[in-house]
């Protein structure tokens, strides 16, 4: 029994490791690799407790590569506000975009996007392990005896949602993409702050792979 929980234990580790993933990446090859002084971090979601989360991770780990980079969920708190974009004019919104960058001293914008997420609920069947033979044949009592000892897990629900990611690195300077990946992301409601290190983790290596960013 307890070989058997440690078996199932090991395989939930391993599959929760692999529940965000790099699907791909890309980066301009006429560039050499550039220092900046900051890099501004922005998460376009409404949902302020995960953009939060989100940019501090990336922020650290940058950090600890050697990047300085930036949270701007103070800096631009309306960034995933869809209807604002509507009500205000395109140049005024870009002259707004740019004051605050330049306030802020940003010499890079890395904008992460949610370009589509799937949610999905599905029902856990139970299991039960049985630790004595089936007494299809025996008597009540003896049968009793044998659903007494069988430890049974009860089924439930679940709700998991995939989420597909794009970061895009942008040089303030020329105002161009120098550097952009895709990531794809499953979690349940209780894991952003695990999934949030784990798709730092990601961007940050892939950036240094890449070779996008001089430390």
């Not at 001293?105 to 599905?122: M, V």
């Amino acid at each position: 029994m307890k070989n058997l929980l440690y078996v199932i234990g090991v395989f939930m580790l391993f599959t929760s490791c692999r529940s965000t993933e790099l699907i791909g990446s890309w980066k301009r090859e006429d560039i050499a690799p550039k220092s900046f002084k900051d890099v501004g971090i922005i998460v376009m979601t409404q949902n302020m407790s995960s953009r939060s989360i989100i940019e501090s991770d990336i922020a650290i780990i940058l950090a600890q590569k050697g990047i300085k980079a930036s949270p701007t969920f103070d800096i631009f708190p309306f960034a995933a506000k869809r209807e604002l974009f509507k009500e205000t004019d395109a140049e005024e919104m870009r002259q707004h975009v740019k004051e605050r960058v330049n306030k802020f001293g940003f010499e890079a914008l890395l904008i992460i996007t949610i370009l589509d997420q799937n949610t999905e609920t599905r029902y856990n069947q139970g299991s039960s392990f049985s630790f004595a033979y089936p007494a299809y044949q025996h008597n009540y009592y003896g049968y009793y005896q044998y659903a007494y000892a069988t430890v049974q897990a009860p089924g439930y629900y679940s709700t998991s949602t995939t989420y597909f990611i794009e970061s895009n690195l942008y040089d303030v300077a020329t105002e161009g993409l120098i550097w952009t990946a895709q990531t794809k992301t499953k979690r349940n409601a209780s894991s952003i702050h695990k999934e949030s290190q784990v798709f730092a983790n990601i961007i940050a290596q892939e950036i240094m792979k890449k070779q996008v960013i001089q430390p």
